[in-house]
């Protein structure tokens, strides 16, 4: 399979779709867990591009590793999974009642260091979709060298079922209706 390879001219020329502020009004994400900053690609249920700048002040940053900084994979992975979420979500008119969970990650790999000042280009590509069922490939860039990929499904859940319960003070977690 052939790779994508951005140059780095056509990083500079990116028009920003949703900025963080839009993608907060469809992620729930919030600081320090959002994980994407902006949306320069959107084709709905087949396509999404997401930027992710790299800052020295990230948090876990302070402890991975102190002295040699290097943005942990599974946070990659978790910034290639809210731009899936992005696309998931965005066109739902009921999505503050919505939740994704990852329901699988296979065959990461991890090819390059991702250190403070890196922009990831986060592109994520539908290869199965369901109405609450998606199977994304995805790939993540820094000045045009693919530096992790990862084939993520998730699934669209009823945000009730993890929110806290009034009565006890736990997740209150029930069965989902298989009818």
Avoid: C, W
């Amino acid at each position: 399979m052939a790779r994508r390879i951005h140059t780095i001219e056509n990083s500079y020329a990116m028009e920003t779709l949703l900025d963080s502020t839009q993608i907060q009004a469809i992620l729930p994400h919030r600081y320090p867990f959002l994980l994407v900053d902006r949306i320069i690609e959107f084709e709905a249920n087949k396509r999404v591009v997401g930027i992710k700048s790299v800052t020295l002040n990230e948090p876990f940053f302070a402890g991975h590793f102190p002295g040699a900084p290097v943005m942990p994979g599974v946070l990659i992975v978790e910034a290639m999974a809210q731009t899936a979420g992005v696309m998931m979500l965005a066109n739902l008119p009921d999505r503050e009642s919505k939740l994704v969970f990852f329901t699988g990650i296979d065959g990461a790999k991890f090819r390059r260091p991702v250190v403070p000042g890196d922009q990831l280009r986060l592109e994520l590509t539908v290869l199965r979709l369901r109405p609450r069922y998606i199977k994304l490939r995805g790939e993540a860039y820094v000045d045009g060298h693919l530096v992790a990929e990862a084939l993520i499904s998730s699934s669209l859940v009823d945000r009730s079922i993890v929110e806290r319960s009034d009565s006890i003070n736990r997740a209150a977690f029930s069965p989902i209706d298989q009818a």
